[in-house]
């Protein structure tokens, strides 16, 4: 049974920082590109940034610099480092496995308030 298990979420004050872990089972995520999106209130769920199976990162113009992503192939996790966040950053974000199927997380919440 495929199964992804988000972490690291919360509220936090602009300018501070979060690391989003997603740990996956049921498959190794070795052979797959990740990506993580968010989804704000009222708002189209967006990609945030994307990680190669050979570890080549991508991010979106609105996280460059501030956002890195990376993984553990051994532990089958996908991480987002989050940097610098800003009220603007406040949303549900969700790891997804490329590819076909898609294989989405159950999201977790992100607030950034001061």
């Known amino acids: 049974q495929v199964q992804f298990v988000e972490s690291g979420g919360g509220l936090v004050q602009p300018g501070g920082s979060l690391r989003l872990s997603c740990e996956a089972s049921?498959?190794?995520?070795?052979?797959?590109?990740m990506s993580w999106f968010r989804q704000a209130p009222g708002k189209e769920r967006e990609l945030v940034a994307g990680i190669s199976s050979s570890g080549v990162p991508d991010y979106a113009n609105f996280v460059k610099g501030r956002f890195t992503i990376s993984r553990d192939d051994a532990q089958s996790t996908v991480y987002l480092q989050m940097n610098s966040l800003e009220v603007e950053d406040t949303a549900v974000y969700y790891c997804?496995?490329?590819?076909?199927?898609?294989?989405w997380g159950q999201g977790i919440q992100v607030t950034v308030s001061s």
């Open positions: 997804r496995k490329n590819g076909v199927p898609l294989w």
């Open positions: 049921g498959f190794s995520i070795s052979t797959y590109s």
